[in-house]
Nanobody, 115 residues
Framework: QVQLVESGGGLVQAGGSLRLSCVAS????????VAWYCQAPGKQRELVAT???????NYADSVKGRFTISRDNAKNTVYLQMNSLKPEDTAVYYC?????????WGQGTQVTVSS
């Protein structure tokens, strides 16, 4: 069982930055593929970015060039650096860790971008 705790959300003006963190309780977190998802009110949860155990990354088209996902396996932590934020980025951001058929979710952190 892996427990994920997200932090770093908040209220920011358009054009600003935030860094989200996802800390895992498991010592084998380095083996997991980790992803950030977002869910805006009334919308489905959407994939934002992923990072593999080897550090390969992928991004949704809407965040390419603005968001960066990274991981520090020594700290069991995955980050999402969010720059040039837009009001449409407003959502609850969730961390997901996957290994084979195992999938774990965090509780989410709210990001609100004002215009």
């Amino acid at each position: 069982q892996v427990q994920l705790v997200e932090s770093g959300g908040g209220l920011v003006q358009a054009g600003g930055s935030l860094r989200l963190s996802c800390v895992a309780s498991s010592g084998i977190f380095s083996l997991y593929v980790v992803a950030w998802y977002c869910q805006a009110p009334g919308k489905q949860r959407e994939l934002v970015a992923t990072i593999t155990s080897g550090g390969n990354t992928n991004y949704a088209d809407s965040v390419k060039g603005r968001f960066t996902i990274s991981r520090d396996n020594a700290k069991n932590t995955v980050y999402l650096q969010m720059n040039s934020l837009k009001p449409e980025d407003t959502a609850v951001y969730y961390c997901n860790a996957a290994l084979g058929s195992l999938r774990f979710w965090g509780q989410g952190t709210q990001v609100t971008v004002s215009s």
